[in-house]
């Protein structure tokens, strides 16, 4: 027989907030469902290292789901699927819903570039009868962690012709793999020295792809020759044509399975592809027609402040959705004024190994749901579009509806840090948006963490948000 609650406990179910434990345990077959839905997340993550190839694998997908290209000049009825692509690199989809578009769209929002070593404009050099590539890294990476580690080059290179091609080389095991080299301990007293952060500085992350020269006859340069030769063989490129290339380093590892009980993902670049791939799996395995139009982006340049043409600085959105309300002789800024967004990023999961960067009562914890995050900023909550109380107050009751575990978020104690998202872009639209994502491990990493029960929850959250009134 169970034990009688006293009055203080009784009082203390109803008033207190407890916070999720692991054990929001899945059912039997859900965890089954959800296990299952990671192994396709994981072969997503394979197949888009960056973001030209994730919106390539995302339009694809879409296609094969029935989404069509948007053309503005088309009456589109309820029901009807649709997808933007800008310039290769960001994406929109959306589902038409049922009520006048007037009403506002529900909006996902999540970013497909990911923190990389991108390739010089002018890369390829010989040194020491070594050949290298010159690198400049694309968001924040912490330096160190990308010497000794098997790398991958993506992207495309367009010759002086205007021909374009598509280079994705080191991630078949056939292939070969690229690497930036690092001191040996036995010669690092000097290294050690320097502040961590430059520990390895930018000019360091210098790529290794050769050591082999040219046959035929001496000549100075001849390793870099002979990589000059493999490269025309392959591509049919010049050296010049490097100028216009845009080439990506990435680490040349697969997504796996994490732990013992198999309950975590390890892999590159799920900042912000773990928010990407719930988000626009959600809307194509709509069931229905939504009541609203359905809208998810994903988009680039996040990792670099959200600037430039794919960004979501650019007017893209706002011209998709301004394009579309025309469609419905509405005009852009009454469905913007009307519309939410669920900006959909990860967060830091709280890491026991370093406590002290988050506070515990408002950070986010492995398996304990997806997190809301109300602001980010630094410093005073600067550069935040911080969610009104009356939106977050809508998702805390949509979720709660949905069954959706959830908890709260806070990028990092107090004046300790702190980051953005594109959050602050899109309300800046005049739209109603809030952070909800997927908690991470060793954020920006070459290998980043999340546990497989937050990124199921976190689909069965965008389902329910694309279905909302
Ligand atoms: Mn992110
Ligand atoms: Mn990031």
Known sequence: MAEKKTKSQELKDKLFYKQQHSTYVLTAAEQKKADKYCEDYKTFLDNGKTEREAAAETVQRAEAAGFELFDKSKKYKAGDKIYYLNRKKAVILAVIGKQPIANGVNITAAHIDSPRLDLKQNPLYEAEELGYFKTHYYGGIKKYQWPALPLSLHGVIVRADGTEITVNIGEDDKDPCFVVTDLLPHLADEQYKRPVGKLITGEELNILIGSRPFKDDECSDAVKLNLMNILFEKYKIVEKDFLSAELECVPALKARDIGFDRSLIGAYGQDDRVCAYTAFTALLDMKGVPARTAVCVLTDKEETGSDGNTGLRSAYLKYFISDLAECFGCSGRDVMSASRCLSADVNAGFDPTFPDVLEKRNCAYMNKGIVVTKFTGARGKSGTSDA????????????????????????????????????????????????????????????????????????????AFYKAE
């Open 388 to 463: 009104n109380a009356e939106f977050v107050g809508y998702v805390h009751s949509l979720f709660g509806k949905n069954g959706i575990v959830w908890q709260t978020g806070e990028l990092g104690k107090v004046d300790l840090g702190g980051g953005g998202t594109v959050a602050a872009y899109i309300a800046n639209l005049n739209i109603d948006t809030i952070d909800v994502g997927v908690p991470v491990l060793s954020m920006h990493a070459p290998f980043e963490v999340t546990a497989k029960n937050d990124v199921y929850m976190a689909y069965k959250a965008f389902s």
